[in-house]
């Protein structure tokens, strides 16, 4: 049972990050052990699907990244009493929770509040929240969301930058996806977890962390089979009361940048505490390019001989279990680095290039062509002062950096912090020279 005694309001501090930056001198070889955190997408949908519950929950391993915290005080700001304890765990209850309404200002921050959509149209009949924010590379359209909502009774309406949505009652019905979404395969699945009747959901997105929603809200009490195939069916009920505890997935994409590092310095680096079936579209990648790839039951092993080339490679981001485009411009700078001419194809949005120029700044060979770079590799990088124009980007010019000749700064790190848990403190573990600094 979940002590209420634990779940008191608190408020959370999340700092003005957007005037920091970080110096980085390259040229040092990685070697050494990191954790990896909790999946902070897995966080985001399951924290949102924690305000559907009648009654407490605790979750555990939920990353204290800038995300994550803006969640937690959206969700307090609906009355949800949540308090994190020393361990990484957030205790939960939303029973006091008083409106429908995710109208704070910071839901306009992150892309992952468009959960609270499902969340409070599956505990309220209705929901009205502002249009979501998060990283800029093209359309992130909500359509497939509302063409779910809309399946199961509710009616949409969107005007003065609010979506709301609202029914009389919420029928189970079949739903195809034209496109395979994850925010819209999450929503869906969240809001049909009370309805009446079953939900199939068709087209269904696959990657681990909707797997880890669906779950966590068995767990809870629900009936959700087929989350990881492209069908997934939820049976509703009427009351999700169960006071359970939850521990998140390991977040794979923070998994693979530190993966990437080791490969990228030609260093040594082991991640624990990893699933590493949720690595394979990397690992295979890293091994046909010449990387030492040692799989242990929760760990991976990355390393690369000093002075070895690496061989040039074609990628292609896919839905999972294809290639993670929230990997791809950590993998294109290690593709700058190897021999001959690599290929990075980017099928899942529609601008996620943005970063090349600041690649270009430091000396890279790249060409783009709509959805398709080209990279030379065997350039010498140097450091030069670039910006992170989003999550992943900024994190793949951390990795430039530490690659490159002398000193680069990264700017607008607010970004990078809001998915990296000790960013810091686990790439100086690793023996990166890199330092944060207030400008």
Known sequence: MINRTLIKEEKVKVRDQHLASYIIRGGNRLSGDVNISGSKNAALG????????????????????????????????????????????????????????????????????????????????????????????????????????????????????????????????????????????????????????????????????????????????????????????VSGVPVLEADCSYSIIPDQIEAGTYMLAAALTRGQITVHGVIPRHMEPLTAKLEEMGALVEVGDESICVSVENGKQLQAASYKTMPYPGFPTDLQPQTTVLLCTANGSSRMTESVWDNRFQYIDDLKTMGADILISGKLAIIEGGHKLTGAHVTARDLRAGAALVLAGLYAEGMTEVDDISKIERGYENFISKMRSLGADITRIEN
């Open 46 to 233: 399951i924290i949102s699907a924690a305000m559907l519950l009648d009654g407490a929950c605790k979750i555990e391993n939920v990353p204290d990244v800038a995300d994550i915290n803006v969640m937690v005080e959206i969700c307090k700001h609906l009355g949800a009493k949540i308090k994190r304890d020393s361990e990484g765990s957030l205790y939960i209850d939303p029973c006091s929770i008083s409106t429908w309404e995710a109208t704070h200002d910071k839901v306009r921050s992150i892309r992952g509040s468009y959960y609270l959509l499902g969340a409070l149209l599956g505990r309220f009949k209705k929901s009205t929240i502002y249009m979501p924010g998060g990283c800029n590379f093209g359309t992130r359209p909500i359509d497939q969301h509302m063409k779910g909502f809309e399946a199961l009774g509710a009616h949409v309406n969107i005007e003065y930058g609010k979506i709301h949505v609202e029914a009389e009652k919420l029928k189970g019905e079949h739903v195809f996806l034209d496109v395979v979404s994850v925010g819209a395969t999450v929503n869906i699945m969240i809001a049909a977890a009370k309805a009446e009747g079953v939900t199939v959901i068709e087209n269904a997105a696959r990657e681990p962390h909707i797997v880890d929603v669906a779950n966590f809200l068995n767990t809870m009490g629900a009936n959700i089979r087929g989350a990881g195939t492209d069908v997934i069916r």
